[in-house]
């Protein structure tokens, strides 16, 4: 059962161009919703993150929209760059396990120059 | 400081050889995790230690043991490796009162 669903798996996108990762989760107790950056041979590096108690989150070119009665957030990256390309990982975890992380399945973002 | 360091970085097992996968920490932080990393999967947990001398199981803890006798070290075992536990894992950190976990470099563990 995978409680957070990550699309799309893999994504193109034009140097300049806005790039979309969607994420969907089913659990309402789920108030934590962290954006993991990952290059190859690394480990994940947190990005950005969300609580349900705003609708959008903005950090430099990422963006973060959360729409709580969808059960749905997705990240936004404003003039992608070739530095860009890299998987990333929605995840959701519950208030007090917040060291509990779920993760989507995780998006490989390609930023053709 | 190194932050969370992982060894080895690469190992192959054959079934049924055990081994323990290192993870150490010099942030003084209270929880650790470890996950396991498989293609189309995203990350999931195996088991995690919120201190010295607690753990607990995560999503997939079935084939690992864990132990946390320090702050600094938190090591997986796997008692009798199987195919099924190829995979890349990763072990991290997060300071108790703080949401971000920071991962260490992965393991990538072959088992043939």
Known sequence: QQQVKQSPQSLIVQKGGISIINCAYENTAFDYFPWYQQFPGKGPALLIAIRPDVSEKKEGRFTISFNKSAKQFSLHIMDSQPGDSATYFCAASKGNQGGKLIFGQGTELSVKP | ?112
């Open chain 2, 1 to 112: 400081n190194a932050g969370v360091t992982q060894t080895p970085k690469f190992q192959v097992l054959k079934t049924g050889q055990s081994m323990t996968l290192q993870c150490a920490q010099d942030m003084n932080h209270e929880y650790m995790s470890w996950y396991r990393q498989d293609p189309g999967m995203g990350l999931r947990l195996i088991h995690y230690s919120v201190g010295a001398g607690i753990t607990d199981q995560g999503e997939v803890p079935n084939g690992y043991n864990v132990s946390r006798s320090t702050t600094e070290d938190f090591p997986l075992r796997l008692l009798s490796a199987a195919p099924s536990q190829t995979s890349v894992y990763f072990c991290a950190v997060r300071r108790t009162g703080w949401d971000e976990q920071f991962f260490g470099p992965g393991t990538r563990l072959t088992v043939l």
